[in-house]
Antibody
């Protein structure tokens, strides 16, 4: 079945970096965009950016420009999200989510289970 | 950035009744709007895309309407499993970029 499996929880110190992985299965990896969305404790959903697995092109939310890097490895069907210079406000659950490459059927229809990142000194 | 504003923040409705959730965009997003449901401890689930098209497997009691800047998610005859937080999301640019979510509406049992 179609699924996205993310890497495990992380605890990081302020100023460090974290790299979260998201492994896709059950569909053609290069036929869908991959998005990253985060959710701070008790808060709403916040879109971080998108990667096109076909060529690796990315678009990041302005808030994260300069701190986030999204990459992919087509051989392992895995996308990665790295966030640098972590601060306490980055404590959140980070989700990868699949998005259609067709505007007429667009929506984030498959989500990973989420990866909890805790930033604490 | 397109700001999405949802109302109300919390909605209390009895099982079996109808719930109407609103989402407003700060500028027109045409019909490029999706709705998601999230239950505690779970990942979000896509309900509606294109403002009014139900995603695969979504019950017919969920319906979406609107275009431009005003959108509505209606849940007719609420079931116990429908009590959750609902988010709207715009994707007005294509290929997707600068996506934004509303802050969410919590639907609780009255």
């Amino acid at each position: 079945q179609v699924q996205l499996v993310q890497s495990g929880a992380e605890v990081k110190k302020p100023g460090a970096s974290v790299k979260v992985s998201c492994k896709a299965s059950g569909y053609t990896f290069t036929s869908y965009y991959m998005h990253w969305v985060r959710q701070a404790p008790g808060q709403g959903l916040e879109w971080m950016g998108i990667i096109n697995p076909t060529g690796g092109s990315t678009n990041y939310a302005q808030k994260f420009q300069g701190r986030v890097t999204m990459t992919r490895d087509t051989s392992t069907r895995t996308v990665y999200m790295e966030l640098s210079n972590l601060r306490s406000e980055d404590t959140a659950v980070y989700y990868c989510a699949r998005g259609s490459s067709d505007l007429t059927s667009y929506g984030l229809d498959v989500w990973g289970q989420g990866t909890t990142v805790t930033v604490s000194s | 950035e397109i700001v999405m504003t949802q109302s109300p923040a919390t909605l209390s409705v009895s099982p079996g009744e109808r719930a109407t959730l609103s989402c407003r965009a700060s500028q027109s997003v045409s019909s490029n709007l999706a709705w998601y449901q999230q239950k505690p401890g779970q990942s979000p689930r896509l309900l509606i895309y294109g403002a009014s098209t139900r995603a695969t497997g979504i019950p017919a009691r969920f319906s979406g309407s609107g275009s431009g800047t005003e959108f509505t998610l209606t849940i007719s005859s609420l079931q116990s499993e429908d009590f959750a937080v609902y988010y709207c999301q715009q994707y007005n640019n294509w290929p997707p970029r600068d996506i934004t979510f509303g802050q969410g509406t919590r639907l609780e049992i009255k």
